[in-house]
């Protein structure tokens, strides 16, 4: 049985992890949308393309049955707008919160099986327990992109702090 305590850490970054909410909630709306030479997204693309994934295996894990997207580019909004990024960021807050209470479920309900509504995860394991790790793993991969744009910009590290090498 896997560490549900080091689960709920690594979602908010703990351990080797940036803490997503620390990389983001100091932000200004101009520099979440801000795009930086060489970059193919922003910050506020990147944490809405994040929220995006959480919503969609959120839904999956309450049993309902979302449509998987024909392509990747459903999953990064269309432009980014300063008057959005307020409302992305707290949608983040709040699906790892839902995520965090999540991975403190009871070892038997970390088992339950979550339905796949793609075809290319029928062989993929799919209790709710590798659900929460797989979200664990996608968000620290952007969240990464996320502490390298900052860098880029200057604004790193955030005032909650930060590894500086």
Not at 16 to 23: S, T, W
Request: proline letters at 7%; hydrophobic letters at 40%.
């Amino acid at each position: 049985m896997e560490n549900q305590s080091e689960l709920t850490q690594l979602l908010r970054g703990r351990g080797v992890h940036a803490d997503p909410l620390a990389c983001i909630e100091d932000l200004t709306p101009e520099v979440a949308v801000r795009q930086v030479d060489g970059f193919p997204h922003s910050i506020f693309a990147l944490v809405y393309h994040i929220n995006y994934w959480m919503d969609y295996e959120l839904r999956r894990i309450n049993g309902e049955k979302p449509a998987y997207p024909e392509h990747a580019t459903a999953s990064w909004p269309s432009r980014a707008e300063t008057g959005e990024w307020p409302s992305v960021a707290k949608r983040c807050r709040q699906l790892l919160d839902r995520y965090a209470a999540l991975a403190k479920s009871p070892s038997e309900e970390m088992q339950r099986n979550i339905e796949a509504t793609y075809p290319g995860h029928l062989n993929l394991a799919s209790s709710l327990s590798a659900v929460l790790w797989q979200i664990v793993a996608h968000n620290s991969y952007h969240v990464g992109q996320i502490v390298m744009l900052r860098q880029a910009m200057g604004v790193w590290p955030p005032p909650q702090g930060g590894d500086t090498w």
